[in-house]
C-alpha cells in the first residue's frame, strides 16, 4: 500500500476508535494533507514568495485549535496557478506515488485549484467508491510592490516526514498573541466561577 495513504487509513482507525464524526475526520484528513502542500510550495523555487495567511496559517503555524479547510495565500499578480496544479499533480502522482488517487485543477477566471483525491473509500471513511477528499488552495494575486512594504516573516516547519520554511505575515503572529492573550484574561475568570460553586 501507498505510504501516504497507509497514513491516511491510520488517522481513519485511530480517530473512529475515538468515536469522532465522519467530517471532523475528513477535516484531520485534510490537514495532514496541508503539510504535503506547504512542503511543494516551500520547497519549489517558483512559488516560494507565495504568503501563507488566514485560519490554516494560524492552525499550522501556532497550534490554534480551528477547523479551517483550505489552504490561502497572497502572491505576486504573476505567479502561475496553472503551473502550481501542474506541479502539485506531479509532486503527489510521482514523488508521493498516488498516481490515480491524485487530480489537480485550476479553475477559471478564479486564483483557486481544487486537489481531489479519491481515497475516502479505500481508506474506510465512505462506503461509496464516487467519494473524493477535496482540498482548496486559493490564492489573491497582488501587486509586486505590495511586499516590497509588507511585513512578513518566516517560521520554520517540520512534520510527517516534510520540512519547509513558511513565509507570512508579522501580524499572523500579532493576532496569535492577542488571542493568547484574550485566553489568558478569560481563563481565571471560568476558573473563578468554577471553584465558586464547590
Not at 465522519?22 to 490537514?31: H, T
Not at 479505500?122 to 509586486?144: F, T
Not at 518566516?154 to 512534520?159: P, V
Amino acid at each position: 500500500m501507498n505510504n501516504l495513504i497507509f497514513e491516511l487509513e491510520n488517522i481513519v482507525s485511530e480517530n473512529k476508535k475515538r468515536n469522532l464524526p465522519s467530517d471532523v475526520i475528513e477535516n484531520l484528513l485534510k490537514e495532514y494533507l496541508h503539510y504535503f502542500v506547504l512542503d511543494y510550495i516551500y520547497n519549489s523555487s517558483d512559488f516560494k514568495d507565495m504568503v501563507f495567511y488566514g485560519g490554516s496559517a494560524l492552525r499550522m503555524l501556532f497550534d490554534l485549535p480551528r477547523l479551517s479547510e483550505d489552504i490561502d495565500f497572497e502572491a505576486d499578480e504573476k505567479t502561475d496557478l496553472r503551473e502550481l496544479a501542474i506541479g502539485l499533480e506531479n509532486y503527489f502522482k510521482k514523488d508521493l506515488a498516488l498516481y490515480e488517487k491524485f487530480s489537480a485543477n485550476k479553475m477559471r477566471a478564479i486564483n483557486r485549484i481544487f486537489l481531489k483525491f479519491p481515497v475516502l473509500y479505500d481508506i474506510g471513511l465512505s462506503p461509496r467508491k464516487s467519494e473524493v477528499l477535496r482540498l482548496k488552495v486559493e490564492s489573491r494575486p497582488l501587486p509586486k510592490e505590495f511586499f516590497k512594504d509588507a511585513k512578513i516573516t518566516l517560521t520554520s516547519k517540520s512534520k510527517y516526514g516534510r520540512s519547509f520554511i513558511v513565509k507570512h505575515y508579522e501580524m499572523v503572529a500579532k493576532l496569535f498573541r492577542s488571542e493568547i492573550l484574550d485566553y489568558e484574561i478569560i481563563l481565571p475568570r471560568s476558573s473563578a466561577a468554577v471553584g465558586s460553586e464547590t
